[in-house]
């Protein structure tokens, strides 16, 4: 079984300038009002733009979803997730194993005109994708503001 969701927003900023953002775990919950916290495992406060180093390919990343009670629950049990695909300026994806299941967030990129279409795709899998998506899948699906 298969839950998704796929959204597309203009950006009146260029791709560098989204990926700049994008790429910096600390402004996730400033951009995405269904994250509460979005960590490099092992590198707190080491990534960003002026810092020692951006996010890598194979990074552990630990996401916070903002439901309160879920949310907390999902902290305390879940297993990091990993950044799979990352292209500079272009493609953001992170992964998370889940009983039964797992789920991937995409971003990607397109420069248009004087901006940037963001896409997002959220996808859960599994046998257990249905209930997953119930309690957390669409929380972090959310409508892109």
Same mark, same amino acid.
């Given at each position: 079984?298969?839950?998704?969701?796929?959204?597309?927003?203009?950006?009146?900023?260029?791709?560098?300038?989204?990926?700049?953002?994008?790429?910096? &775990?600390?402004?996730? &919950?400033?951009?995405?009002?269904?994250?509460?916290?979005?960590?490099?495992?092992?590198?707190?406060?080491?990534?960003?733009?002026?810092?020692?180093?951006?996010?890598?390919?194979?990074?552990?990343?630990?996401?916070? &979803?903002?439901?309160?009670?879920?949310?907390?629950?999902?902290?305390?049990?879940?297993? #990091?997730?990993?950044?799979?695909?990352?292209?500079?300026?272009?493609?953001?994806?992170?992964?998370?194993?889940? #009983?039964?299941?797992?789920?991937?967030?995409?971003?990607?990129?397109?420069?248009?005109?004087?901006?940037?279409?963001?896409?997002?795709?959220?996808?859960?899998?599994?046998?257990?994708?249905?209930?997953?998506?119930?309690?957390?899948?669409?929380?972090?699906?959310?409508?892109?503001?």
């Amino acid at each position: 079984m298969s839950m998704s969701r796929t959204q597309t927003r203009f950006l009146a900023a260029s791709p560098e300038q989204v990926w700049d953002v994008l790429s910096t &775990p600390s402004l996730w &919950p400033a951009f995405a009002d269904d994250v509460q916290s979005f960590t490099v495992v092992g590198a707190e406060g080491l990534v960003g733009p002026g810092a020692a180093r951006r996010l890598r390919l194979g990074d552990e990343v630990k996401v916070l &979803p903002s439901a309160r009670v879920r949310g907390s629950i999902h902290g305390l049990t879940a297993p #990091p997730a990993t950044i799979t695909a990352l292209e500079t300026d272009a493609v953001l994806e992170w992964t998370q194993a889940q #009983p039964g299941g797992g789920t991937a967030q995409r971003y990607e990129l397109t420069p248009q005109g004087s901006g940037t279409l963001m896409t997002r795709r959220t996808e859960s899998t599994g046998p257990l994708a249905a209930a997953w998506w119930a309690s957390l899948g669409g929380p972090l699906s959310h409508d892109l503001s």
